[in-house]
Nanobody, 126 residues
Framework: QVQLVESGGGSVQAGGSLRLSCTAS????????MGWFRQVPGKEREGVTS????????YNADSAKGRFTISQDSAKNTLYLQMNSLKPDDTAMYYC???????????????????WGQGTQVTVSS
């Protein structure tokens, strides 16, 4: 049974930083395409950043470029999202996602992913 468990969310002031973690069981993070998505009530889930198997290639949404970094720790079977220079517009529920994919593929859309975590809330105040 696959489980993805996010943690690290919270409340922070604008300009601050947070690091989200996604610990996986039932899959090996480095063998799957992984991604971070976010959603606010009434809006569609949007991609923030994603990575190919092993983390060799990454995609960052325009909103994340220069501020967010996706990484993984194989020993801990954990995916991370380092978020710096946070803005109030970054306020959302953040989700980790995983799916089997071809080597080198980077999947951007939520519909491409099979497994999802329960989400962790990030709130940025001005």
């Amino acid at each position: 049974q696959v489980q993805l468990v996010e943690s690290g969310g919270g409340s922070v002031q604008a300009g601050g930083s947070l690091r989200l973690s996604c610990t996986a069981s039932g899959i090996t993070v480095s063998s799957y395409c992984m991604g971070w998505f976010r959603q606010v009530p009434g809006k569609e889930r949007e991609g923030v950043t994603s990575t190919s198997t092993g983390g060799g290639r990454t995609y960052n949404a325009d909103s994340a470029k220069g501020r967010f970094t996706i990484s993984q720790d194989s020993a801990k079977n954990t995916l991370y999202l380092q978020m710096n220079s946070l803005k109030p517009d970054d306020t959302a529920m953040y989700y980790c996602a995983a799916t089997k994919c071809s080597s080198g593929a980077v999947l951007r859309s939520a519909g491409s992913y099979t497994y999802w975590g329960q989400g962790t809330q990030v709130t940025v105040s001005s």
